[in-house]
């Protein structure tokens, strides 16, 4: 090994930077991560399995995803004038925007939201720009207006609902962002099996905006699937910055066979959505806890009379893993986010909170 020091070889935004933080979660129950608690069942999987002794493993992947396209295309109801593209996740989907702008772009979000949207930028060397949001969470209109304004940003991420606040901002609002903007406006609506609405077909109205989702949180968190729909000019481009084979014969194939079971998955969500309403209740009844509505698969809430750090601490003594996101934006002070598992494992965290609250 050479005693040089080769990082220095790296940019500074990526040496001073630190990698995405995953904790090891073995032996808790995780409720840190916006997964979908239940699983496919044995009748799906027997299926799945016989799928699989089909693959030619040793061949490329289809570069054109056939097949994909055509279940995604009906399964989501994709307005037939938008193009797609998929990424593994939609995170790389983001990065696939964030590499096609020209150099210098801006990329403007409200904050506090995803990460990724800032992390990314940082590590193109693009400027990111982040208006903050009211206290309550709700959209500064005339703050976004009059930065969108001074910046004329290339892209702009709206996480709708956003993630780490569980809140879906008035559609009138985005229509007024996308308005506003000459830049690409992203709806990013990762949580949308949670939501009420979403502007998939509002999108043929605007073509300076692209609908983002993903199967993650819909309970194919492992698998890695994300699809961006707009305008097909823009797509094309896309499409060049795109790897040929980033979505793996594996993955094509799994997800066309659960596009063809989605009811699975429907049913499982709107479990979730149950036990979410029956958490924000509970939650709602502590006297020391501030809590927000939520339209995605996970609350936000705030603890007023302990630090955000001493629960998320003893929840970890109690083998429970939540997100403590109370640094990551002056907003956030004393948040904590828990994400909706099994009516058994919601119950649990429920009760211990509440005894750590006594304490
Ligand atoms: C989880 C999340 C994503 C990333 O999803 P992947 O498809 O798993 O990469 C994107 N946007 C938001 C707002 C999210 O919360």
Not at 194 to 213: E, G, H, Q, T, W
């Amino acid at each position: 090994m050479s005693d040089k020091n080769l990082a220095v070889l790296f940019k500074s935004a990526v040496i001073d930077s630190h990698a995405y933080h995953v904790p090891d979660a073995s032996g808790f129950i995780k409720l840190d991560a916006m997964e979908n608690p239940y699983s496919l069942n044995d009748e799906f999987k027997q299926l799945w399995f016989d799928a699989l002794n089909h693959v030619e493993i040793n061949r490329y992947p289809d570069a054109f995803l056939k097949e994909l396209v055509t279940s995604i295309r009906s399964t989501f109801n994709i307005p037939i004038e938008a193009g797609l593209v998929f990424g593994n996740g939609s995170d790389e989907l983001i990065q696939i925007l964030l590499i096609a702008l020209r150099s210098n772009a801006k990329v403007m979000s409200p904050v506090p939201t995803f990460v990724m949207y800032q992390y990314l930028s940082n590590m193109l060397g693009l400027r990111f720009i982040g208006v903050p949001l009211n206290e309550d969470f709700s959209l500064n209109i005339p703050l976004m207006l009059e930065e969108i304004n001074e910046h004329q940003p290339e892209i702009i991420f709206l996480a709708w609902p956003n993630n780490p606040t569980g809140i879906a901002y008035p559609k009138e609002e985005l229509i007024q962002i996308i308005q506003a903007s000459v830049g690409l406006v992203i709806i990013d609506e990762a949580y949308n099996a949670f939501a009420d609405d979403s502007m998939l077909d509002a999108i043929k109205d605007y073509p300076n905006a692209m609908v983002m989702r993903t199967l993650s949180k819909l309970g194919l968190a492992g698998l890695r699937l994300g699809f961006l729909a707009g305008d097909q000019s823009l797509i094309s481009e896309l499409e060049k910055v795109r790897m040929p084979y980033n979505i793996g014969t594996l993955n094509q194939l799994t997800v066309s066979l659960v596009c063809k079971h989605i009811d699975i998955l429907y049913k499982q969500t709107e479990l979730i959505r149950q036990q979410r309403n029956v958490m924000l209740n509970q939650l709602q009844q502590l006297e020391t806890v501030e809590v927000w509505t939520s339209n995605t698969n996970f609350i936000l809430f705030r603890v007023t009379d302990h630090s955000a750090n001493e629960i998320h601490e003893a929840l970890l003594e109690n083998k429970i893993l939540i997100k403590n996101v109370s640094m990551a934006h002056p907003l956030l002070k004393g948040c904590l986010r828990v994400t909706i598992g099994t009516e058994n494992e919601n119950k649990t965290f429920v009760n211990v909170l509440k005894s750590i609250l006594r304490s």
